[in-house]
C-alpha cells in the first residue's frame, strides 16, 4: 500500500475512540441486542424502531432512526464479519453508503477500548454526510449515549 492510499483512506474514514468502564462481553451485548440498543443507540434527542436484528455474517439490521425534529431515517444494514466479543463490521446499505467497523478490546479492570470506525466509498461522500446529518458530531453523541447507558446498567 502506498503512502497516498493511506491518507485516502483517512479522509474517507470517521472514527471515534472510546475506553468503555465496563467489560467487553457487557459492552458487546448492549451493541448487539435490540433491547439495549434503543436505549442509547443514535445522537442526543434520537430514539430508534428496530424492525429486525439477525447478527450473525450476512444477517441484517433493519431500524430507523426518529430524529428529534419527527424527521425518520430509515437505516439498513448487513453484517459482513462478526467475532464475538471482538468485532463487527457491517455494510450500512442504505444511503449515505458506508463501511463500518466496530473494535471491543479487553483493557482488563473491567474496561473496554471500543473503536468505532465509518469508511464512506469517497472523500466527498464523507464530506456531505457529515455536513448534511452532522455525522461527525452524531458519532460522538452516540459514544456518550452508550457510556452513560453503560454507566447506568452498572448501577
Known amino acids: 500500500m502506498t503512502q497516498g492510499t493511506v491518507a485516502n ?12 468502564n465496563a467489560p467487553r462481553e457487557l459492552v458487546w451485548k448492549v451493541f448487539t441486542e435490540p433491547v439495549h440498543l434503543v436505549q442509547w443507540y443514535g445522537p442526543d434527542g434520537f430514539t430508534n424502531t428496530t424492525k429486525s436484528m439477525d447478527v450473525r455474517v450476512d444477517g441484517e439490521w433493519i431500524h430507523t432512526m426518529h430524529g ?9 444494514i448487513v453484517y459482513r464479519e462478526v467475532v464475538e466479543p471482538e468485532r463487527l ?15 471491543f478490546e479487553d483493557l482488563g479492570d473491567e474496561r473496554t477500548k471500543l473503536t468505532f470506525s465509518m469508511i464512506f466509498d469517497t472523500t466527498e461522500d464523507k464530506r456531505s454526510t457529515v ?25
Not at 428529534?68 to 439498513?76: C, E, L, M, S, V
Open 68 to 76: 428529534p425534529d419527527a424527521t425518520d431515517y430509515p437505516n439498513h
Open 9 to 20: 483512506v483517512a479522509e474517507k474514514e470517521l472514527t471515534d475512540i472510546r475506553v468503555i
Open 89 to 103: 463490521v457491517y455494510d450500512h446499505i442504505s444511503a449515505p453508503y458506508h463501511r463500518t467497523t466496530v473494535t
Open 131 to 155: 455536513e448534511r446529518y452532522n455525522a461527525d458530531i452524531g458519532l460522538k453523541q452516540t459514544l456518550g449515549r452508550l457510556e452513560h447507558y453503560l454507566t447506568k446498567m452498572q448501577g
